[in-house]
Every structure is written in structure tokens, then in C-alpha cells.
């Protein structure tokens, strides 16, 4: 079955501090890969995606995500923390014509701590 | 370039009442996606219109329907509403046909069904 686990319910760091969500999916074809984020009461902003080529990919807010075929996973990173980083934050996949149908994971909460 | 706007932002309708939602793509975006997201089921994909045509659709009962204009936007209607159709309502438009094409959320539309 096609799926995408976030494994972590909530995450809480501390401003300045790394971050790095976890995203692993489980999907027939070439995946399309995207980190969308949330804040409370609003749509989903696009942070970055991942159709092919270079595995690294740079996303808005200095964000950065990494497409790991062998181990089915695309983790979100950012060096350094800002408060307002805090909010909510899904992978998720699609294919090569169904970008319009894609298949979330349940989400990571981010906590910021001061 | 605007984004994607959904009417109304919130509703309150009681069980057995219909409803329906409206939602304007990004200017030049030709196919329009519907999305449920409750806390208990995430994020789930409802159905896809292009070029006025149902293109996808997810596993929802037929009470679940939509149509799309010439103009690209988009009404989505849920009949015989049930309690558990509370959910937050998100629209995404995206264009057709190019590999790298990407969907951009609108805000939302909360409905509560008491």
C-alpha cells in the first residue's frame, strides 16, 4: 500500500538548535516528494520538493531536504531554528501526473523553545 | 500573482443540511484538488478536476461531490451532512501537464457540523 510515516508525533528543540523531521514512504512508482508546512488556522505552504536529480534539495526559510532511495526516505533539516519555525509540518508523495492526488503523512508538531 | 482563495473561511451547518464550498485556483491553473483534514484521518485526498472533468478521486462516499467552471474554479458539495464531516476543507491548484508542476494550497474552509 502506498503511505508516508512521519514517525514523530511532536518535536520540541530550542531556538538556534538543528532540527530534522523524518519522513519515510512506501510507493510503487518514482516518487514526487514534498515538505509542506502548516501554521495554526491556515493552508499548507510549500517548503520544498524533490522530483529528480540532485538528492539534496533547497527549500524557502532555509530549509533543506535530502531523498535517500535505499532507505525510502526524504528527511526535512534546518541548520538553525527560528520561534517562528514552530508549527506544524507533512511530507508528502505523489507521482508523475498524480501531483494533483498526493498521499500526506500525519504530520510533526514543532515546538520552539526560547 | 493572488493565491488560492476559498469561500466562505468558516461554516456551521447541523446534520442532514448540504453544503457546499467554493474555491479559485491561482490565475493559469487549470486543475483544482480538494483535501480533507480531520485530526483523526490527516490529510486525505477527496477528487481532482481538469478541464471540468473529475480526473481523480479518493475513497469518499458519493455524498462527496464537485464540479469545476470553464473558468477553473471550483465548487465542492457535501450532502446529508454527518458529524463527522467536521473537518478543515483545503483547495490546491496546480497547472496540468508539466512533470515539475506543484500544488499550492488555499487557506481553507473550517466546517463545523453540529
Known amino acids: 500500500a502506498q503511505s508516508v510515516t512521519q514517525p514523530d508525533i511532536h518535536i520540541t528543540v530550542s531556538e538556534g538548535a538543528s532540527l530534522e523531521l523524518r519522513c519515510n514512504y512506501s510507493y510503487g512508482a518514482t516518487p514526487y516528494l514534498f515538505w509542506y508546512v502548516q501554521s495554526p488556522g491556515q493552508g499548507l505552504q510549500l517548503l520544498l520538493k524533490y522530483f529528480s536529480g540532485d538528492t539534496l534539495v533547497q527549500g524557502i526559510k532555509g530549509f533543506e531536504a535530502e531523498f535517500k532511495r535505499s532507505q525510502s526516505s526524504f528527511n526535512l533539516r534546518k541548520p538553525s531554528v527560528h520561534w517562528s519555525d514552530a508549527a506544524e509540518y507533512f511530507c508528502a508523495v505523489g507521482a508523475r501526473g498524480s501531483q494533483g492526488n498526493l498521499i500526506f503523512g500525519k504530520g510533526t508538531k514543532l515546538s520552539v523553545k526560547p | 500573482k493572488a493565491g488560492v482563495t476559498q469561500t466562505p473561511r468558516y461554516l456551521i451547518k447541523t446534520r442532514g443540511q448540504q453544503v457546499t464550498l467554493s474555491c479559485s485556483p491561482i490565475?493559469?491553473?487549470?486543475?483544482v484538488s480538494w483535501y480533507q483534514q480531520t485530526p483523526g484521518q490527516g490529510l486525505q485526498f477527496l477528487f481532482e478536476y481538469f478541464s471540468e472533468t473529475q480526473r481523480n478521486k479518493g475513497n469518499f462516499p458519493g455524498r462527496f461531490s464537485g464540479r469545476q467552471f470553464s473558468n477553473s474554479r471550483s465548487e465542492m458539495n457535501v450532502s446529508t451532512l454527518e458529524l463527522g464531516d467536521s473537518a478543515l476543507y483545503l483547495c490546491a491548484s496546480r497547472n496540468w501537464g508539466e512533470w515539475t508542476d506543484t500544488q499550492y494550497f488555499g487557506p481553507g474552509t473550517r466546517l463545523t457540523v453540529l
Open positions: 490565475s493559469g491553473h487549470r486543475s
